[in-house]
């Protein structure tokens, strides 16, 4: 059997999303190493998480940094010192920049909690309500240059109730995003995703475990 892809996760604060991946990993419903998680906030919950989950912690403070550059340059050196294969942005709330897009081309996944291309943005849930949107969800897609608008992996639809206030429909986002993590990183890191080339732009096709054909990422 092949070893198993190696995940950084970035996070920036409660990391309900990195329990989600840290609970998969030990129950082994996702075989995944955890290799490092970084955040580029300091004392946050999620750091505390990995900690206790014996994962290497690492905090990488933007503000320390001139420039975005000089912080995914950073951010680089620790995913290449721990070995990664795939990034997971898992409430990572930074732009990034080419420096970090180009050493991990397409191997950059993020967490949003809308129905992309719907609400991008912060905010989402609260965009979602305020629209009076019947429905939305979370997505998890590739990371690329514009900003939550790279290739969709996976997505969860959530219905809004006429009662949802803003914390209730987060709530039930969340529940959603945990699983779609769980299972769009999963399928990641057993190389079942392929990007093509569309018309107007890329897509990703997720084929089914155990199918023959394999991804080139
Ligand atoms: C999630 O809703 C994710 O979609 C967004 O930030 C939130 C992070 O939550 N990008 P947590 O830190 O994983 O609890």
Known sequence: MSKPARLGVLVSGEGSNLQALLDAVANRSLA???AVVISN????????????????????????????????HAVVRALRAHAVDWVV???????????????????????????????????????ALDYGAKVTGCTVHLVTR?????????QTAVPIAEDDDAEQLL????????????????????GRLEVV????????????????????L
Do not use: W
Request: hydrophobic share 45%; glycine share 6%; charged share 25%.
């Open 32 to 34: 995944a190493d955890l």
């Open 41 to 72: 906030k300091p004392n946050v919950r999620a750091l505390a998480r990995a900690e206790r989950a014996g994962v290497q912690a690492v905090c990488i403070p933007h503000r320390e940094f001139a420039t975005r550059e000089q912080f995914d």
């Open 89 to 127: 942005f898992a409430g990572f709330m930074r732009l990034v920049t080419d420096v970090l897009l180009d050493a991990y081309a397409l191997r950059i996944l993020n967490l949003h909690p809308s129905l992309l291309p719907a609400f991008p943005g912060v905010d989402a849930v609260r965009q």
């Open 197 to 216: 080339a569309g018309p107007q732009r890329s897509r990703v096709i997720v084929h089914p475990r155990g199918s023959d054909e394999r991804s080139p």
């Open 171 to 190: 709530k039930k986002v969340h529940e959603a995003e945990h699983r779609l993590l769980v299972e769009a990183v999963g399928a990641a890191c057993e």
């Open 146 to 154: 514009e900003m939550d608008a790279g290739p969709i992996v996976a």
